[in-house]
């Protein structure tokens, strides 16, 4: 295929598909990868070593629908731990097959009737839009600006209630932002959702990885919103299991027996098998957790370096494993900026315009790979950019 076809095609495409067809594309050239946000590590090895355990047992039995007890007590134990968010785990957790059904989940809890309305802090990760659209739901969408590190304004959310909203979208860290949401901020938009009775979609993927001192708050640990938000986690990032499909939500028990009844319909159980990896994961040690972090913090360094070079202004990545950077300045659609430098340098960065409309001139690179292998891609990154200046 041309690069004119291939650019013809990627126009053709949006949000998760078109993400989709980029990483196809990347996988055909061997490129290397900066836009997935799939971590290179390994699973641990005693995660590993508690599914074979499970796999050998002679009778292993099957998982109810919310997830098998002992991983919604460890999950409970955790966000307890870790977010402040009090839940019990007979009523308040549900066990999912990773963070992508746990969005979908989440929505169509949310979405009473066609044309309920979600305000959504822009840009942010595409599933919540293919979800909302799934349900029948409308998006109101409010704008963050790079020249305010992509902080969500209070009052433009209080501006876009209108009386068919239902929910409000709050991810933090933000994907692909890689904004964080301040405790003072955060407490100004549950108020806000308590106002208008409003659900809260709270996305904590990415909790254990917040940088320069930054703190992060999961708004249902907030008294505003600890009876009306659903709060969203998996195993994928903090454990590098994305092949595990395994994540969960936490949540008051009216809202999180819609979210069980969705579930019942949809998929059933979570695999149990990597239920009993999943228990490991947050009960046993966690030295590999805190290697990755530090990791990142020197990966981080290295993108922000690199993007200074090539001159890219950007939001401060205050947490996440991502950066998001201005490329208006080469008058190139991020879409068609993306598709040119995998071609030429076979480099895959995502363009900010499968984010939201508005990011057409924005890439995302993620630091999810040994440094000399991020230092080389962005080296080649910065070749393709000096022959479009």
């Excluded at 097959?97 to 989940?105: F, K, P, R, W």
């Excluded at 802090?121 to 409010?142: C, Q, R, V």
């Excluded at 999180?256 to 695999?271: D, E, F, H, L």
């Excluded at 950007?314 to 598709?339: C, K, N, R």
């Amino acid at each position: 295929m041309s690069r004119q076809d291939n650019k013809d095609a990627n126009k053709k495409l949006t949000g998760t598909a078109l993400f989709y067809s980029l990483i196809a594309k990347a996988r055909e050239l061997d490129a290397i990868v900066l836009g997935r946000g799939d971590p290179d590590f390994d699973t641990p090895a005693n995660i590993v070593e508690a599914a074979n355990r499970a796999m050998q047992k002679d009778n292993l039995k099957p998982s109810p629908v919310e997830g098998l007890f002992d991983l919604r007590k460890a999950i409970s134990d955790r966000v307890q731990r870790i977010n402040g968010i009090n839940v019990e785990p007979e009523t308040g957790v549900v066990v999912t097959n990773g963070g992508q059904e746990a969005i979908m989940l989440m929505v169509l809890a949310s979405i009473a009737a066609a044309g309920d309305e979600m305000i959504v802090p822009e840009p942010n990760y595409s599933t919540y839009n293919d979800a909302l659209e799934f349900a029948g739901g409308k998006k109101a969408g409010i704008p963050t600006v790079l020249e305010q590190d992509f902080a969500v304004d209070p009052d433009l959310v209080e501006q876009a209630v209108s009386d068919r909203s239902a929910a409000l979208l709050l991810v933090s860290p933000n994907n692909p932002t890689a904004a964080v949401i301040p405790t003072e901020t955060m407490q100004k938009l549950v108020d806000i959702a308590e106002r208008h009775d409003l659900i809260v979609l709270a996305d904590d993927i990415y909790d254990q990885f917040i940088y320069d001192g930054g703190v992060h708050c999961s708004p249902q640990s907030l008294q505003a919103a600890k009876d009306r938000t659903l709060t969203l986690n998996a195993f994928s990032k903090a454990y590098a299991m994305t092949g595990w499909r395994l994540g969960w939500i936490t949540g008051p028990p009216d809202l999180m027996q819609k979210v069980k009844t969705i579930k019942a319909s949809v998929s059933g159980p979570a695999n149990v098998v990597a239920q009993h990896a999943g228990i490991e994961a947050l009960t046993g040690p966690q030295d590999a957790l805190e290697d990755m972090k530090a990791r990142y913090v020197r990966r981080r360094k290295v993108v922000l370096e690199a993007f200074d070079a090539m001159g890219l202004k950007y939001g401060m990545p205050q947490g996440g494993q991502f950066i998001f950077g201005d490329v208006s300045h080469l008058g190139i659609d991020s879409v068609e900026l993306a598709a040119r430098i995998l071609e030429e340098e076979h480099v895959l960065i995502y363009p900010g315009g499968a984010f939201a409309p508005e990011s057409k001139y924005y890439v995302r690179v993620t630091f999810l790979q040994p440094e000399a292998k991020l230092r080389e891609g962005l080296e080649r990154m910065s070749k393709a950019l000096s022959r479009m200046s």
